[in-house]
Structure formats: structure tokens, C-alpha cells
């Protein structure tokens, strides 16, 4: 049967956990669309029940199986994974990642959270439009049980001081991520707001997540079109997989070599890179190439592929960096976020240099933000 979220809320309104409640139900009729809920009964763990008028706890429900379901079907749904994706902002980014996310077939389910003010913008046409798995939502506890959980928010503020800029978003993350980690404790957190490694720092110190589930979005564009650039523009004599560009986003960004691209002359990898590098500069990052990019990582997360990405991660201990700092670098990504930061075998001092250097640079602004 439909399931009606709004007609559900209202009439749990008096109710405490309300949404969480809706959220179970979204689950179960998503698996057993003929499932029936009433809200006159309450049945507990110990088969004990209350008198609802003196009931303050949880919201009673009780589910109501059909003839074709039985117990061992329900069992089954233990099994079953859900691959459920939240998307945390209605801004161009935030369409942007929805949109790239439903073309490349990800999300049995996906959760965008608008958390503007006044007018919806595309999220009103998304809901006029009404794509498939898609729901839109105001509400944090919608994001529950989500396996990654997409961070696109950005300040608005008019202050032209950039460390208020930043600490505005420091102060929007502060109300948001301790809720979507406590709603999604098994997920994975990604970051696409900006600044991507000062934001993805904030996300990792509010939400007590373990270094490898908070993730940046990082340099993975830029070094995804770095080897086509080599490898489809160049039609250079290399896979051009073996290429990153690591570190800091923008102007001090670094291009790294590892791998069998090791067995090419230093003059050749430096002319190359050279040119690569000239091509890449000219692109621009425009909402959708970011939301394109962000789907990559999602699509390498919720299917576990084991495949190597340069994103924002904890960059302490690597290339001699001693402060909590996230900078790009080489990462494997599966189900559980980063599985093996790569370690490449660099030899330019410029490259330790620069990151260094990038490193001290956030590091610098980070200890004036308030947490």
C-alpha cells in the first residue's frame, strides 16, 4: 500500500520519537509494501503491556501481518541491506549530488535534507517532479540508518572576514552533525562543504567518528580528470592510474606519480605532469562536475569496491605532518570509508614540502575556530 509520511506524522504528533517511528515503518513497507500499522497497541519485548493513557515512553505501534508473510520472511529482512544515502543541503550542490547519485543507480533510497529557509528553489521541483526514492525533508531524523551522509551546506554570511565565513560554517556544523551521527552511527561521513579540509576536521572532532568514516571529497575530481587528461588527451604511453593530485584544494594542490608509472624518466613524468597540469587548470569546478565526482565516491562506498581515490583524510603521521590536519592524499574506499591510505613512493622534496606547508597553513586557521 502508499505509504502516507505526512498523514502518519499527524497522527503521531502527541507522540515522542515520532520520526524515528515513520522511519521504521518507511523500512518495513519498503519490503513488505502490504504491511498494516496500527497505533492503538503497544507491544513490548517482555509481551507485557501498558495502559496507553499513562503510557510516556515510545510511540505504541503495532505491526500487523498479511496472510502471504510469515516469520521467516520477516527474519529475512535482517538480511536485506538498504542502501540508503543522505544528502545534507537543497543548494545547487546538493540537487547537484541527488541528481548524480539516481543516474548512476546507487540508492534504493535517498534522503534530501533542506534545511533552507522560506522558498524551496529545485528542491520544490524535484517534489513536482516526483523522482523515485527520493524524499524530501526538513526533518535530521530522516537521515536514520543512512550508509553515507553527504555534507553540502555552506554559510551564507556576508562577512568578508574568511575565517567568520568559516567559523559561520563551524556554527551550522555544530547544530548539525552531532544529530546525523547519532541517527546514522554505522555510516559514513562525507564532506563537499568548503573549505573541504577544515570542514572535514570540524565533522571529525562533532561527530566522534573513527578517522576512516569522515571523509573530504578532497582532490577526487581534479585527480580523476588528471588521468583522462593523461591517458584519453595526452594519449600518453601510461595508464595514467598510478597519478594523483593530492594535498590541499586549489593552488596548492601537488601532482604525485607511484606505482609502475615509476619505471618513466623523471624528465618525462615532469613534462607530462606539466602539461596535465595546464589542461586541468582550465576547469572549472561547477555544481555538477562536484556532484558527479561526489557520486564516484559514494558509488565506491555503499558497493564496497575497494577502488583508490584521493580524498580528504587525517594526514597526521604521513609525509611528516604532526598536526590533526585532513589534506588529500591516495586512499582505498569500501563499506567501512578509507580501508589504506596509499603510500607512495615520492622522492621530490617539493612534494613533502608543499604539503607541509599546506598542513601548517590549515592548521594556522583551525586553531582560531571555536568548537
Known amino acids: 500500500m502508499e505509504f502516507d509520511c505526512d498523514s502518519l506524522r499527524r497522527l503521531l504528533g502527541k507522540y515522542k520519537f515520532r520520526d524515528l517511528t515513520v522511519e521504521e515503518l518507511k523500512n518495513v513497507n519498503m519490503f513488505y509494501p502490504h504491511f498494516r ?14 495502559d496507553l493513557l499513562n503510557f510516556t515512553g515510545t510511540i505504541p505501534v503495532m505491526y500487523q501481518g498479511v496472510s502471504d508473510i510469515n516469520s521467516r520472511s520477516w527474519a529475512n529482512h535482517e538480511t536485506k541491506t538498504v542502501n540508503k544515502i543522505t544528502v545534507v543541503g537543497g543548494g545547487e550542490l546538493g540537487i547537484a549530488c541527488t541528481l548524480a547519485i539516481l543516474a548512476k543507480g546507487i540508492a534504493d533510497r535517498l534522503v534530501l535534507l533542506d ?4 522558498t524551496k528553489g529545485g528542491t520544490m521541483d524535484l517534489e513536482i517532479f516526483n523522482l523515485p526514492n527520493v524524499e524530501i525533508s526538513k526533518d535530521l531524523s530522516a537521515s536514520a540508518r543512512s550508509k553515507v551522509v553527504i555534507l553540502t551546506v555552506n554559510s551564507l554570511g556576508s562577512s568578508q572576514s574568511y575565517l567568520d565565513v568559516v567559523q559561520s560554517n563551524v556554527d551550522m556544523f555544530r547544530a548539525l552533525v552531532p544529530a546525523l551521527g547519532h541517527y546514522s552511527q554505522h555510516g559514513v561521513l562525507l564532506v563537499a562543504s568548503q573549505p573541504v579540509e577544515i570542514m572535514t576536521y570540524v565533522t571529525w572532532k562533532l561527530s566522534a567518528f573513527p578517522e576512516n568514516r569522515v571523509i573530504g571529497i578532497g582532490c577526487n575530481l581534479d585527480s580523476q580528470r588528471l588521468q583522462y587528461i593523461i591517458t584519453n588527451v595526452l594519449k600518453a604511453q601510461t595508464s595514467g592510474k598510478e597519478v594523483w593530485v593530492i594535498g590541499e584544494q586549489g593552488e596548492d594542490k601537488v601532482l604525485t606519480w607511484g ?30 562536475s562536484v556532484g558527479l565526482s561526489v557520486a564516484d565516491l559514494v558509488d565506491s562506498i555503499v558497493n564496497n569496491k575497494k577502488k583508490v581515490h584521493s580524498v580528504s583524510v587525517l594526514a597526521k603521521g604521513y609525509y611528516a605532518i604532526n598536526s590533526e590536519v585532513f589534506l588529500s592524499l591516495p586512499c582505498i574506499l569500501g563499506s567501512n570509508g578509507v580501508s589504506e591510505v596509499i603510500k607512495t613512493t615520492v622522492k621530490e622534496d617539493t612534494v613533502t614540502e608543499k604539503l607541509q606547508s599546506s598542513a601548517s597553513s590549515v592548521h594556522g586557521v583551525q586553531q582560531q575556530l571555536k568548537l
Do not use: C, P
Open 37 to 50: 500499522y496500527s497505533v492503538d497497541t503497544y507491544i513490548f519485548k517482555d509481551s507485557s503491556q501498558k
Open 115 to 118: 534545511l533552507s529557509e522560506g
Open 259 to 288: 606505482g609502475q608509472e615509476e619505471a618513466m624518466s623523471h624528465n618525462s613524468k615532469v613534462q607530462l605532469s606539466n602539461r596535465a597540469m595546464e589542461l586541468l587548470r582550465v576547469k572549472g569546478q561547477r555544481s555538477w
